[in-house]
């Protein structure tokens, strides 16, 4: 086991993928939702995504949301594509990094994209391309990291192949996502000593969601292995449309929560999250999953 970091970047993804399953919510909503997010002082902050409106309604105002994002200073904000295209309509809106995601596994690939895992990957030097002449960094994330709600478990393989394309045309960061909420502590560290030694000094990051309850677990075995990205939803928001009953992001108070206890700084403010998860359940307008938001912080003095 690695030394535990001092530091761990968390990537607020709740107005993306926290949004992406819910009825659509209105911009004057959004902007709320952003404001609390800005106020526990993460610095990382996943705004939109720019793909078809038709198959995710709740985020078909990513260009007019994006206009409202140059109110905010000292935050990096990134937009997700899944295509060319959608690379070219982010830098259009302004944004400067973006996540360009491709599925390991064929039939969620397909389910989300409309093409197989094999043309996800290889469109990846023509996406960075588009980044660099744009000025903006480019993440890729590899869907479906560990288990396909179509095919099962996706084979080790499948992510490494996908993570050495994107590591040999030199993109900025790589993640690696358990899509469907399957992911152990095991399977988490089994997975990442294969990655690692691909990705050498590229920043790696990690995607959990806590469909079947050890979405922090393996958040924290994969800390425990040296990663030091994390994303996370306020509230617990969130799920993939193309992946029945993948719902819930890890919930960024609870992995706070979790960190702190450990002696590791993230730079959120645990009161500011909570908060915010509040403001998320009220403009979405139903419960939230975070355990925070219902039993609050422990006394600490």
Known sequence: ????????????????????????????????????????????????????????PALADAEQFATELKRFDGVEFSALV????????????????????????????RANVGRGTAEATAAIAEVLEIARDGGATLEVIVATAWDCPFDGPTPPQRVLDIVTAACRVGVDRIAIADTIG??????????????QPIVG?????????????????????????????????????????????????????????LLRDSDIETGVDLTKAIEAAAVAQRVIGHELPSSLLRAGDRILS
């Not at 995607?207 to 800390?223: D, E, I, M, P, Q």
């Open 82 to 109: 899944a295509s060319p295209n959608g690379a070219r309509r982010a830098l259009a809106a302004g944004l400067n990094s973006i996540e360009y995601v491709v599925s390991a596994a064929d039939s969620h690939s």
């Open 182 to 195: 399957t992911a152990t502590p095991r399977r988490v560290g089994a997975l990442l000593a294969g990655v």
């Open 201 to 257: 000094d590229t920043p790696l990051g990690a995607h959990f969601h806590n469909t079947r309850g050890a979405g922090l677990a393996s958040a924290y075995a994969a800390v425990q292995a040296g990663v030091t990205r994390l994303d996370a939803a306020i509230g617990g928001l969130g799920g993939c449309p193309f992946a029945p009953g993948a719902s819930g992001n890890i919930a960024t108070e609870d992995l706070v929560y």
């Open 1 to 56: 086991m690695s030394k535990l970091p001092a530091h761990v970047t968390i990537r607020e993804v709740c107005l993306r993928d926290g949004l992406q399953i819910e009825e659509p919510i209105s911009l004057a909503a959004k902007i709320e939702l952003l404001e609390a997010v800005v106020a526990t002082g993460v610095r990382e902050v996943e705004a939109t995504a720019f793909v078809s409106p038709s198959k995710v």
